[in-house]
């Protein structure tokens, strides 16, 4: 069996941790706490007959006071950008944080999510944004971490790139 490390990355309350709760756990709290550091959880996953072991770093929210430490990048097979519908701010660090990982682990395969599509309605990042994202060569997804739409989606979409050695494109806009 493959193990392979998978790194969480967004800005501060996108649901990384409620996304690795629900594809590890099946399960959603509503009460927030905040990752300090990293969390590591560990799910198998068969993609095209083989069995991968994700260990899956939940790392903390990237914010203004604090940024991703590069040790905890390194070694990464693959990452997920996690972006919050309803903040348009999120995806601003997404593109940042991605432009990061990049320049330190290179160009590995990553899928995106936007998150919390259980509350579109109150979505501020607008389809013409993710379609730039899409033109940038990003794979986006859109899910709930809360009622799990989207969230196997995902995490197996990832685990399918790296399988197939997949990398993605990080060209600027």
Known sequence: MIQKKICMLGGFAVGKTSLVRRFVSNVFSDHYQTTIGVTVEKKLVTVNDQEIMLLLWDLYGEDEFQRVRDSYLRGSSGYIVVMDGTRKATLEAALMLQEVIVRTVGPVPFVSIINKSDLRSEWEIDEPAIERLRERGWTVLLGSAKDG?????????????????TPHSSTRL
């Open 149 to 165: 739409q989207g969230v196997d989606d995902l995490f197996l979409t990832l685990a399918t790139q790296i399988v197939q050695g």
